[in-house]
């Protein structure tokens, strides 16, 4: 039988248990494995992307299908940027210095690319197809301002400097 006084004991030590249980993210080589695992598809989408958008602009197709293909793909774009900063948010915050500071970052430069794609999606939404002329110069002004939001938002690496997390990005096999 607890007594009044067992009984704080007892909520003290279950909440060091469990606190001390989420003391320490996942080790600088598992979290970088996650991390490439979740950036491995989203790199090969972003890659088929660009092809695809650099073939839809001298495809012979109207500017309403033209429209509408590159709607599609900057919204896929917009979906597997999501998708890839929601996994590197899962993956948690690595055990290294400044971890926090690491894994934000790398879940903020994703939801900049997300945003920019997000943003050139509505850019061609709003475009009308006519005349075609104008249409598709208003294409490349779209798609030079993704551009420019897409290099704004890549991930600056010179101020997360962890020796530990070079390592284990250089040595998991999933980074490869």
């Known amino acids: 039988m607890r007594t009044a006084r067992t009984t704080p004991l007892l909520l003290v030590l279950s909440l060091v248990v469990t606190l ?8 600088p080589r598992a979290w970088a494995a996650t991390v490439c695992t979740v950036l491995a598809p989203w790199r090969s989408e972003i890659g088929t992307l660009a092809t695809r958008t650099q073939q839809q602009m001298t495809a012979e197709t109207t500017p309403a299908q033209a429209k509408e293909n590159l709607t599609r793909l900057f919204g896929g774009a917009e979906s597997a940027s999501e998708k890839a900063r929601a996994g590197v948010q899962k ?3 690595p ?23 997000g943003r050139a999606r509505g850019g061609i939404e709003a475009l009308a197809t006519s005349p075609s002329k ?13 551009n420019v939001d897409y290099q704004r938002s890549e991930l600056d690496t010179s101020q997360l400097d962890s020796k530990e997390l070079k390592q284990a990005f250089d040595e998991a096999p999933e980074c490869r």
């Open 91 to 93: 993956a948690g915050v």
């Open 20 to 27: 001390g249980g989420c003391a320490g993210g996942p080790a």
């Open 95 to 117: 055990d290294v210095e400044q971890g926090k500071k690491v894994a934000d970052s790398f879940a903020a430069s994703l939801g900049a690319m997300r945003d920019a794609y």
């Open 134 to 146: 104008d249409f598709y110069a208003k294409v490349g002004s779209v798609v030079d301002t993704l």
